[in-house]
């Protein structure tokens, strides 16, 4: 873990980075006192900071005299491209693939060494793990999703997962580094990777990879289910493969929606572009 910069050699931007980032899935409601210790910050310069952010919209006051990231915050995020591209083209497809399986389906991407869950559709009222609900980070090695994600990942990504260590959830987590190479490549070659309880147990995971334009693999698609559904199923193999058909079917027509989004707006931009060389 990195020690704090003193806040005296800290531009605001970096300290007001620094209260925003002393949130995590484990911290969504801190107090100031918090918010200083976590960003190594001082309570009277985190104090100013949080107010600030609050009057914007970035925070918000919770009981307790306690702060959440605001909804300002979460809307400035869905600009991003990568997520509002990917989410775009992946929701219509997302809600078939529900009716169909009668599973959770979730939409990921890699950001370093972590998954972040961009959007989920449950089956129930509430997710069945807060790392596959919106906005929620979800280890590599332990998930289906993050295996696909892997897939694509580079070496100082593998690195990185490596130093870390690869944390067991559950009994059932993979933790040797050679068993995950062996997993991920055997989930690129069969094109969808499968956790069995690893990081929830009793939870099965099935998830494909999403490509843009160029080929190039941008996401993951999953779908979420219960063990207990295929505990009496005679060939629980058979069951996953039966969920990996529409999984797959899925995958194919989110990465072309997103490929023709992708080439839509490259030619809009285009266009433009040569409009205003002409004026």
Same mark, same amino acid.
């Given at each position: 873990m990195s020690i704090p910069t003193p806040a005296s050699d800290r531009s605001v931007v970096e300290r007001t980075l620094s209260v925003l980032g002393a949130f995590d899935t484990g911290n969504v409601r801190l107090t100031v006192s918090e918010i200083s210790r976590r960003s190594g910050i001082p309570v009277a310069t985190a104090y100013r900071i949080v107010a600030k952010l609050l009057s914007w919209g970035a925070l918000e006051r919770a009981e307790h005299n306690r702060y959440t990231i605001g909804l300002r915050l979460w809307e400035i995020a869905l600009l991003a491209p990568r997520h509002s591209d990917l989410r775009s083209a992946a929701v219509p497809h997302m809600f078939e693939l529900r009716a169909m399986t009668r599973s959770a389906v979730l939409l990921s991407v890699r950001d370093g060494n972590e998954g972040i869950c961009l959007e989920s559709?449950?089956?129930?009222?509430?997710?069945?793990?807060?790392?596959?609900?919106?906005?929620?980070?979800?280890?590599?090695?332990? &998930?289906?999703?993050? /295996?696909?994600?892997?897939?694509?990942?580079?070496?100082?990504?593998?690195?990185?997962?490596? &130093?870390?260590?690869?944390?067991?959830?559950?009994?059932? &987590?993979?933790?040797?580094?050679?068993?995950? /190479?062996?997993?991920?490549?055997?989930?690129?070659?069969?094109?969808?990777?499968?956790?069995?309880?690893?990081?929830?147990?009793?939870?099965?995971?099935?998830?494909?990879?999403?490509?843009?334009?160029?080929?190039?693999?941008?996401?993951?698609?999953?779908?979420?289910?219960?063990?207990?559904?295929?505990?009496?199923?005679?060939?629980?193999?058979?069951?996953?493969?039966?969920?990996?058909?529409?999984?797959?079917?899925?995958?194919?027509?989110?990465? /072309?929606?997103?490929?023709? /989004?992708?080439? &839509?707006?490259?030619?809009?931009?285009?266009?433009?572009d040569n409009q205003r060389s002409r004026t």
């Open positions: 559709v449950s089956v129930t009222a509430r997710p069945l793990h807060r790392s596959w609900s919106r906005g929620h980070r979800f280890p590599l090695h332990a &998930t289906a999703c993050g /295996r696909v994600l892997l897939a694509a990942a580079d070496d100082l990504t593998w690195e990185e997962i490596h &130093t870390l260590g690869l944390g067991p959830h559950t009994p059932r &987590t993979v933790t040797d580094p050679g068993v995950l /190479r062996g997993l991920v490549e055997q989930g690129r070659r069969q094109g969808f990777a499968v956790c069995d309880g690893e990081l929830l147990d009793g939870v099965v995971e099935v998830a494909a990879p999403l490509y843009d334009a160029d080929g190039t693999a941008v996401g993951a698609v999953g779908l979420v289910t219960d063990r207990d559904r295929t505990a009496h199923d005679r060939d629980r193999t058979a069951h996953v493969h039966d969920l990996a058909r529409p999984l797959l079917t899925a995958a194919g027509r989110i990465s /072309r929606s997103l490929a023709l /989004r992708t080439r &839509t707006e490259g030619q809009h931009h285009s266009s433009t």
